[in-house]
């Protein structure tokens, strides 16, 4: 594409960086703040440097904050020996959309892939072995994806884990609320047989 | 039973448009060498697989030079009910595949709704080639009627090439990560064990079933057995990666389990390989083949397609004839057949007028019925 200014393709090659958004998306984006007042597109820019200067992670799980703990943290109502273990942060706003979980998380960062380059030392593993062992955690939950490699990650913390002294468990795995039988993948339905669970009256 | 009603093409491999009507039971494709009758058995190949049977890619797969997508549609008939597929697989974009219109979420939905068993002639790499081809065939057999072991097989594989990568990383860094090659090693044992059990127990199903055939298609008395051999046959899988540790770090890469088995071909006791004759070997090839078939029917309930490329100009006359009288007696589901004699085949099917054939003319890049 050929730009009739540096400072729009200055512009469209930033915002193309984006995932999802090409080169035409990014010079749609560009044209718009053109149109609007000079001080829509101030106000835009302000927000990301503020963002990206003064964003805080919590120091204690990871998690996104404004200050040095997050909300989640120095929430005293929340039970502070129950740590969920989660990828990153859209798993945590998942989980707290469910409104089931009053515990802690801990953001990893990611999920051990020698073949990506990322092994257990360039993620958040090392911080939630020593938090467990400080806090006297109860008990660590592992909500990674159902994937090879989110396999490998449990299997690898909780065997980090071992003699810690604190109960280790998975989210369960099987068929989906409102899912029918037939249309499960035969993979995730004979697992649900073979890990079937005792029925319990709720 | 199911049979393919009709075959339409788009732009696949040498044909710009074809538009086949199929004989339930038997169909003959003729022409000359390089008239395109193979890419026809391909193209049936690829509807029941989503790909070709020569290993081709999928941009291969597309009339070279006069377009970037190739479309398939079959018409089946199972029983009572019509079932339309449609594979299409443009250049860039992700291959799909339809039945009745609806996706499949996965590829591996497909695989083993149609089964089939192609004959052609490269199949002798089964005999010649290294383990790589037997365990091929062997896998693409199995997972014809077993997704579970498909599903452990590519995780297998997943878990292999990450534990590869870090091993790798181990020696460049100096520094082994102990817990973590465990977990691999674990990961490995849980999947590969299973797949050893499979592989173990399919063979010894498979075996008397081949054994049978053969003795039918050689017409004597010769033994032959097939062999599965593992690494895990000796020690558990745990022992096994314990015992390899030391190894697997030197050489960077997982020097023993389930991705090293092999099976072996013997004839009256001696390597099929080395010893056996061309007869022999064709002969084992076809029993294998033929066995594959018994066994898929067994197992899915289902005659399988048989795609038999080039069969008359590879076999000899009395392996020929025991083949056709299976086909006079419909051993088989629907067949497919190529040559290059019309009358050869026409006077083979002038014997069993009780078997429904139809013939097709195939030409450079065009078919028409005869």
Redesign the interface.
């Known amino acids: 594409m050929n730009y009739p200014s540096v400072l729009i393709e200055e512009a469209v090659n930033e915002l193309s960086k984006f995932p999802g958004v090409g080169k035409k998306s990014a010079m749609r984006m560009v044209l718009h703040l053109l149109k609007q007042k000079e001080h829509e597109g101030i106000k835009l820019g302000e927000a990301i440097i503020k963002l990206r200067t003064q964003i805080q992670y919590c120091e204690r799980c990871g998690n996104v904050s404004d200050s040095s703990r997050c909300n989640i943290c120095a929430n005293p109502k929340r039970d502070q020996q129950l740590i969920c273990v989660v990828e990153d942060l859209r798993d945590v706003i998942a989980i707290e959309n469910t409104n089931q979980f009053t515990g802690t998380y801990h953001i990893i960062g990611g999920l051990?892939?020698?073949?990506n380059g990322v092994?257990?030392?360039t993620l958040n593993i090392a911080s939630l072995l020593l938090r467990v062992q400080q806090e006297q955690t109860q008990e660590v939950i592992m909500a990674l994806s159902a994937t090879?490699?989110g396999?490998?990650t449990v299997?690898?913390i909780s065997?980090?884990l071992k003699d810690a002294g604190v109960r280790v468990s998975t989210i369960s795995r099987g068929i989906a609320i409102g899912g029918e039988l037939e249309y499960a993948?035969?993979?995730t339905l004979?697992r649900s047989i073979a890990l079937r669970v005792p029925y319990q009256h709720s | 039973m199911f049979h393919l009603q009709s075959l339409r093409l788009h732009y696949f491999k040498n044909y710009q448009v074809a538009q086949l009507n199929l004989c339930p039971e038997v169909n003959c494709f003729v022409g000359n060498n390089g008239a395109g009758k193979t890419n026809i058995l391909d193209a049936i190949y690829y509807f029941a697989f989503t790909k070709s049977y020569f290993g081709n890619n999928d941009a291969q797969q597309i009339k070279q030079g006069e377009s970037d997508y190739f479309f398939i549609e079959v018409q089946v008939e199972k029983g009572s009910v019509t079932e339309n597929v449609s594979i299409a697989y443009k250049v860039g974009a992700k291959k799909t595949v339809k039945i009745n219109n609806n996706e499949h979420q996965?590829l591996g939905?497909h695989i083993g709704l149609y089964p089939l068993v192609m004959i052609a002639p490269n199949d002798i790499l089964l005999i010649i080639e290294g383990s790589e081809e037997r365990r091929k065939f062997i896998d693409g057999f199995i997972a014809q009627c077993d997704?579970?072991y498909l599903?452990n097989l590519l995780?297998y594989n997943?878990?292999l090439?990450?534990?590869n990568?870090?091993l790798?990383?181990c020696a460049e860094l100096g520094n082994t990560?102990h817990?973590?090659l465990?977990?691999?090693n674990?990961?490995l044992v849980q999947y590969g064990t299973s797949i050893y059990q499979t592989r173990k127990q399919f063979t010894s199903q498979f075996v008397p079933v081949f054994q049978e055939y053969y003795q039918l298609i050689s017409g004597g008395s010769e033994s032959v057995f097939i062999d599965y051999l593992s690494d895990l046959t000796a020690q558990p899988y745990t022992d096994l990666l314990a015992q390899q540790q030391a190894t697997d770090l030197a050489a960077m890469r997982t020097t023993k389990g389930t991705h090293k088995d092999d099976w072996v071909f013997y004839i009256k006791g001696q390597l099929l390989k080395k010893m056996g004759s061309q007869g022999q070997q064709k002969s084992f090839i076809i029993a294998l083949k033929l066995a594959q078939y018994s066994y898929l029917k067994q197992q899915t309930g289902l005659a399988p397609l048989l795609l038999l490329d080039d069969i008359f100009e590879k076999l000899d006359e009395q392996r020929l004839q025991t083949l056709l009288s299976m086909i006079a007696h419909h051993d088989f589901g629907q067949i497919f057949i190529t040559d290059t004699h019309i009358q050869r085949l026409q006077a083979v099917f002038e014997t069993m007028p009780q078997v429904a054939v139809k013939f097709f003319n195939v030409q450079l890049g065009t078919i028409s019925d005869i």
């Open positions: 051990i892939s020698p073949m092994g257990p030392d090879m490699e396999d490998t299997f690898y065997k980090k993948d035969e993979i004979g | 996965k939905d997704k579970a599903f995780a997943r878990i090439d990450q534990r990568k870090l790798k990383k990560d817990t973590l465990q977990t691999y674990e990961q």
